[in-house]
């Protein structure tokens, strides 16, 4: 079990907790069992100073019982929570080597569970499986010794049904939550994605008069799992009898074999009732176990969550000759170029050939599914590959990846803003730029009039993923701290996907500007204004098929010329719309 | 948060019973341990004090052991009972939830953030489990037993009782007040906490950025740091918040230790027998017990109870009024006047005034920006959403003894339906059927419930798909999954024409029919919506391509009013003369009579 290597880290603080926790658990039982002997006692009418101690005791171990509670719950949620950094800590070292690339396979929404979620239930191993059982057993062997010094035979009738309370009752209770849970989870599973399709579709439904046969699917799949519900609720419900039972064997047990003892005279009959009260306190500490080991088996599920993502293959090997950062002039070469994606997929890139000169700007265009994806990765050290690449006269395979880019930078279409200060958003590029740079660089990219409107300037909290920002405001802060970065080498990787067209076109427009002389790629499938870069590559089904400025391109009649004449379809589109008083309509003049 | 919300019992109607019987259930409970606490000590004294042994014990341990077993049966049955229960209500809530927000239509909650409430209506309902399984119970016990107890006590020993009868409500209002006075702690707290926790999130989904600006290794060191801060605020809170089960467990051991050590000393003094003072003994813990128990299982339920509220407010939003006409004359021409819709809680309107005609037998193409509100006005004209301002008039509507525009509210929406196919942007094909898997076959006669199969294949053939369909391995009878998957998009969206061309219908609402398809399939939908405008139908199409311009009799432009509403006749004049020529230049739309 990977994570608990992690959650053991503070081992002396899990240990203080767990002694705490058995003084806790220990005073409950001696509570109970010196209440049971004082009045046992206090009935043979002693001098009312003979009870003196006891009753000093009977009170102490009331306060000790919540008090070693209270610290038991804060110092184990301490540990646990030390443990839970240091976790956090080993599988952000590992998804740092995979990323991007090795965690292409898991969407986004269910890797942000699989890491947030499932790594935080580890907290669950040592609070809700580990201190109570580590206390459960303790008592139940401490209480065990007690009773057999007390009377053998309470004592062995004792040790059967607490050992039983401790392995029994939990491996049943969850053997059956397991049980009935496979049987739920497709029937839940079903219920569940019928009634997503019904919202889904509920304007369909509406509009076609169908929501009372929608109603009646999710009515049907329903009924199915309340049966299968009701046919599992006894075997769900067992855990409380079961307790109950044991409970009460034990106590009538030892009381049945301590009798005779009583009666023989072997056991002072105020020991009576301390034998028989004993078990019952101690059975007590027992029931939360069964809970606990369906925590154990929530663990586990999210561990091996966990596990599947940090064990996925590293998507680039080690350099072995470890060659240094690129050098000038900042060139790229690419030669007979073949990746996929990951190991067991097809070939994306059918050896492609490729190379910009220093301070040169290419574009590559293409259908999307040609590739282009795949060589921005490649170009980025985030993915192996065969044939040659060569950046700033090294051979990337050689070089490390966070060497290669300090020289080599990419934008993509989702670049991420951090839940921070607009400056430290920016910093991110340059841990020293001063304030003016910054102003600087948000000028260049067109964010001036924006900065002035922010509460605090630069100071200004952009929320989680920059909500309070619009696409075309989060991609221009993400090409500022890119800027200030100062790499030679940008690839952008469609940088404009998901903007309305009237923001895609202005911060291409920006984006080409801020690129004048430096080494660019530019990967899109919008072609305006790219008679604006030195030279375009067409990229379809993995192969370069055609290569040139924007006139030529258009002149040879393919793939190019044809999205070209689609997209001025567009654009005349917009002119007849421009021509039409918004809200109102023009009629045919002429058929 | 409310123990039991009445609502619950108003909404999942099978919670009524369940209350009632584990009420009893909980009485009976009550009786069985008090009898068995009676048993226990029994045995104890009367073999401690040597008037008993073995042998003669042995009916009074089967007793006891007879009454346990009760127990535990009584405890069975009440946790079987919940599950139950949980399920029959759950499933009863859910439906009542989504029957309601069909009801309610596509601006209601599910429109606003389909994913929350589906996630709501089932994964959310789920934690009700715990709240019917193991809070109500121990609720219902905490309630009966402890007064059971003390009614019990008071017969033998009026101090006991009294100890137990005062510390009792001493702990709930002591828990409460510490309650009270922790919440607003707490709360400031949890938003620092989940700050802190969003940060690690934070730094997981912005990976491959940091890893591109070379902060990636760096950005670990912050995890610890974050980590840090994140367990010293957590500790923070549960400092406070673990005081009130510290409160509960002291005072509560302390009374039990309180009755033990008073009636020991009234024991010495003979003012007590030994097996009343055992029997006290035994039973003043259960007083204590499901008041534990309750605090125990809070937050579980309190999780369940939270869902079950957000069901409920879902619940009680009003269904808006509709109009119950339906004598809407054949072929009627509408009218659309100054139409604006803002959908609520948005400050900026989603429709902005717009005024056109649609009548019978024409084509008339919308066009405009995306999100300009182009899809909104066919929603309106579907009576899908209702208009924030302006109307939609239904002309030769029979009013009285005369001839009517008649305000589309005023027609019964699902009748006025029936009149209208609709193809909307992203089309799911659902089937009219109740059960099994929707087939595409299935999917289009959703359109006219009694299509025949030769009517269906005619109607793929005009929406251009039925060689498509028909190549497939099992034709018109594929099977189609969640969202049309196992179509292409294309695909999806033009058997979902299909869909609207085989209703008999007088109006057909289109969205962008021929996106996501080839030059020939794109001819194929442009001559079905042609004949359907021969016919006499009314075809009201969102353009975003120049050949859906080219067969329109009228072009509306949807969208917010720019600078160009604003200047004079002349100035517009100009540009609209600018605009032209641009138009000219580029050519494609030149000589189609615009």
């Known amino acids: ?591 | 948060m409310k123990p039991l919300d009445p609502r619950l019992l108003r909404y999942a109607r099978s919670t009524r019973g369940f209350v009632i019987i584990t009420v009893l259930l909980g009485v009976v409970m009550a009786v069985l341990v008090i009898i068995s606490a009676r048993l226990l000590s029994t045995a104890i004294v009367e073999v401690a004090q040597g008037r008993a042994d073995l042998a003669t014990s042995i009916p009074v341990l089967l007793g006891l052991l007879a009454i346990i077993s009760a127990r535990a049966v009584i405890a069975w049955i009440s946790e079987a009972l919940a599950y139950r229960t949980s399920a029959r209500a759950k499933a009863e809530l859910r439906e009542a939830a989504l029957d309601h927000i069909l009801t309610l239509g596509p601006t209601g909650p599910a429109s606003v953030d389909p994913g929350r409430v589906a996630t709501l209506l089932t994964r959310g309902i789920d934690a009700l489990d715990a709240y019917y399984a193991r809070y109500l119970p121990q609720l219902f016990l905490a309630m009966i037993v402890p007064i059971a107890v003390i009614a019990t006590v008071i017969g033998f020993d009026l101090v006991s009782a009294l100890i137990i009868a005062i510390t009792l409500p001493i702990i709930v209002v002591f828990m409460i007040l510490i309650g009270l006075y922790t919440r607003t702690r707490v709360d400031r707290q949890w938003q620092t906490l989940s700050r802190l926790s969003g940060h690690f999130l934070d730094l997981i989904a912005g990976l491959p950025t940091l890893k591109v600006l070379g902060r990636a290794k760096k950005q670990a060191q912050a995890i610890g740091d974050i980590g840090d801060r994140y367990r010293s605020t957590t500790m923070g809170v549960l400092r406070v918040s673990f005081l009130s089960s510290f409160a509960l467990e002291l005072l509560a051991s302390l009374s039990v230790a309180l009755v033990a050590v008073t009636i020991g000393v009234r024991l010495v003094e003979g003012g007590i027998a030994f097996s009343t003072a055992l029997f006290i003994l035994i039973l003043a813990p259960e007083a204590y017990l499901p008041l534990r128990m309750v605090g125990q299982h809070f937050h579980a339920a309190a999780e369940g109870l939270g869902a079950a509220d957000e069901v409920f407010t879902l619940l009680e939003q009003p269904v808006p009024a509709t109009g119950d006409r339906t004598d809407i004359p054949a072929r009627p021409s509408v009218l659309i006047e100054g139409l604006t819709v803002t959908y609520p809680g948005r400050e900026s309107p989603a429709l902005h005034p717009t005024t056109f005609t649609i009548d019978p037998g024409e084509v008339t193409a919308v066009v405009g920006p995306s999100g300009g509100g182009k899809s909104t006005v066919l929603r309106v004209l579907l009576g899908l959403i209702a208009p924030s301002g302006g109307r939609v008039l239904v002309r030769g509507m029979t009013a009285g003894d005369g001839v009517r525009d008649v305000d589309l509210t005023e027609l019964a929406p699902e009748h006025w339906r029936t009149r209208i196919g609709w193809v909307p942007q992203e089309p799911h094909l659902v089937s009219p059927a109740t059960t099994g898997a929707t087939t595409v076959a299935d999917a289009v006669r959703l359109g006219r419930p009694d299509a025949s199969i030769e009517d269906i294949r005619a109607a793929l053939d005009a929406a251009g798909v039925r060689d498509e369909i028909e190549s497939l391995p099992d034709g018109v009878r594929t099977v189609i999954g969640e969202g049309g998957s196992g179509l292409s998009a294309g695909q999806v969206r033009r058997v979902a024409l299909a869909r609207a061309l085989i209703r008999p219908v007088d109006l057909l609402l289109l969205d962008e029919p021929t996106a996501a398809l080839d030059g020939a399939s794109e001819a194929a939908v442009i001559s079905a919506l042609r004949a359907a405008a021969q016919s006499g139908v009314a075809v009201v199409v969102v353009a975003h391509r120049p050949a859906l311009i080219e067969i329109a009799d009228a072009v509306v432009h949807v969208g917010a009013p720019d600078l160009t509403e604003r200047l004079s006749p002349t100035e517009r004049e100009l540009l609209a003369a600018e605009a032209q020529v641009d138009r000219s230049a580029r050519g494609t739309l030149t000589g189609s009579g615009w």
Not at chain 1, 134 to 141: C, K, L, P, T, Y
Not at chain 1, 252 to 266: I, K, Y
Not at chain 1, 269 to 285: E, G, S
Not at chain 1, 389 to 394: E, I, Q, S, T
Request: contains cysteine.
């Open chain 1, 1 to 591: 079990m990977r994570m608990w290597s992690a959650m053991r880290a503070d081992r002396r603080r899990l240990l203080l907790a767990g002694f705490l926790g058995f003084l806790a658990s220990a005073s409950a039982v001696a509570l109970l069992g010196t209440s049971g002997w004082l009045i046992s006692f206090a009935a043979e009418m002693p001098p009312v100073l003979a009870l003196g101690v006891a009753a000093v005791l009977v009170r102490t171990f009331a306060l000790t019982r919540s008090v070693f509670r209270y610290a038991e719950r804060l110092v184990g949620h301490d540990a646990a929570f030390r443990g839970l950094t240091r976790l956090r800590e080993d599988v952000y070292a590992r998804l740092e080597r995979l990323a991007p690339v090795g965690l292409a396979r898991f969407t986004r929404g269910d890797l942000l569970s699989r890491l947030v979620a499932d790594v935080d239930t580890a907290l669950d191993l040592p609070l809700r499986v580990v201190l109570p059982w580590a206390q459960a057993v303790a008592v139940s062997v401490g209480t065990v010794a007690f009773l057999l010094w007390l009377n053998p035979g309470a004592g062995v009738a004792t040790a059967i049904a607490l050992a039983l309370g401790l392995t029994l009752v939990p491996w049943l209770v969850a053997r059956l939550a397991a049980r009935a849970e496979a049987r739920l989870a497709p029937l839940r599973g079903e219920v569940s994605s019928t009634v997503v399709a019904s919202l889904a579709g509920s304007s369909d439904l509406l509009a076609y008069g169908a929501t009372g046969a929608a109603l009646q699917r999710v009515r049907a799949v329903d009924d199915e799992l309340t049966a299968v519900a009701r046919r599992e609720s006894a075997s769900l419900g067992v855990s409380a009898g079961l307790g109950i039972v044991l409970q009460g064997v034990a106590v009538v047990a030892a009381l049945a074999l301590a009798m005779p003892a009583v009666t023989s005279g072997q056991l002072e009959p105020v020991w009576l009732a301390v034998v028989a009260l004993v078990p019952l306190a101690a059975y007590d500490l027992l029931t939360t176990l069964p809970a606990s080991a369906l925590a154990l088996q929530r663990v586990r599920a999210s561990a091996a969550r966990v596990v599947e993502v940090i064990d996925s293959p590293l998507p680039v090997a080690d350099p072995v000759d470890r060659l240094g950062p690129p050098v000038a002039p900042y060139a790229v070469g690419v030669r007979d170029l073949r990746a996929r994606w990951s190991p067991d997929s097809p070939l994306t890139l059918h050896g492609i050939d490729l190379a910009v000169a220093p301070g040169e700007r290419i574009g590559i265009v293409g259908p999307s599914g040609a590739g282009k994806s795949t060589l921005a990765a490649v170009l980025l050290g985030f993915l192996s590959y065969d044939g040659a690449v060569v950046v700033g006269g090294r051979e990337i395979r050689e070089v490390d990846g966070d060497d290669l880019r300090t020289c080599v930078t990419l934008l993509t279409q989702d670049a991420h803003v951090f839940d921070t200060t607009i400056e430290a958003n920016l910093r991110l590029g340059d841990a020293h730029a001063d304030h003016d740079e910054m102003l600087r660089m948000l000028e260049r990219v067109g964010l001036h009039s924006w900065l002035e409107q922010q509460p605090d300037g630069l100071a200004t909290q952009v929320g989680s993923g920059g909500v309070t920002m619009s696409g075309g405001e989060r991609q221009r802060l993400a090409l500022a701290r890119l800027l200030l970065a100062h790499r030679p080498i940008m690839v952008f990787d469609e940088p404009t996907e998901h903007l309305d067209p009237a923001t895609a076109d202005a911060l291409t427009d920006v984006l080409l500007e801020v690129t004048e002389g430096t080494s660019t790629v530019l990967i899109t499938h919008r072609l305006r204004d790219l008679d604006r870069l030195d030279r375009i590559v067409v990229l379809i089904s993995g192969e370069v098929v055609a290569s040139g400025t924007h006139e030529e391109l258009l002149a040879e009649d393919g793939w190019y010329a044809d999205r070209w004449r689609a997209e001025t379809e567009q654009a005349d589109l917009a002119a007849l719309t421009a021509s039409i008083p918004a809200g109102t309509a023009i009629r045919r003049s002429s058929r």
